[in-house]
């Protein structure tokens, strides 16, 4: 029963504390931030996975679809059905080289705020493979940061980029 109350008195203590209007103004003075929505009303699953990059993954998407094509075809393999599996595949590697931590989940209809301190410069932002209309599909957008601003991006239906246009 101690336990109980002292955790009562806790959480009443901790939500009670006041949100410091000048740490919010600090944050959104040294921070650039986004507000991304997901609004595709064709995304298999109603989910995707995102992450802010550096790197523009495009040429390493089409190096890897290649040798994982080779492979495939050396090894007799490859049909209809694993040149699909291959796209998906091909651009989810890309993800290798980001932290799990530095991943998120952004579902259709959820605003997802992201904000960051690193340097003002142009980011990506990408999401793992998805399947939309039957066809293996990314979004793949530009960012470019500033220092105390805020984007809107909508993920939507007209900027979504089909993977088999990747490659040609």
């Known amino acids: 029963m101690k336990k109980i109350i002292a ?22 003075r040294t921070t650039w931030r986004l507000n991304i929505n997901l609004t595709s009303e ?23 679809y290649k040798k994982l094509k080779d492979r495939s075809i050396q090894e007799k393999r490859y049909d209809a059905d694993s040149e699909f599996s291959l796209k998906l595949v091909a651009w989810d590697v890309q993800f290798r080289e980001i932290n799990g931590d530095e991943v998120y989940l952004l579902v259709k209809g959820d605003v997802n705020g992201f904000s960051s ?36 991006i909508v993920l939507n239906d007209s900027n979504v980029i089909y993977l088999d246009n990747l490659l040609k």
């Open 7 to 28: 955790s009562m008195i806790l959480l009443l203590a901790v939500s009670a504390y006041p949100v410091d209007e000048n740490q919010i103004r600090e944050w959104e």
């Open 42 to 64: 064709n995304v298999q699953g109603g989910a995707v996975q995102f992450a802010i990059t550096e790197k523009d993954p495009r040429d390493s998407f089409r190096k890897d």
């Open 117 to 152: 301190n690193k340097p003002d410069m142009k980011y990506y932002l990408v999401t793992k493979a998805t399947v939309i209309k039957g066809r293996p599909a990314v979004w793949f957008i530009p960012v470019k940061a500033k220092t105390g601003k805020e984007k809107s």
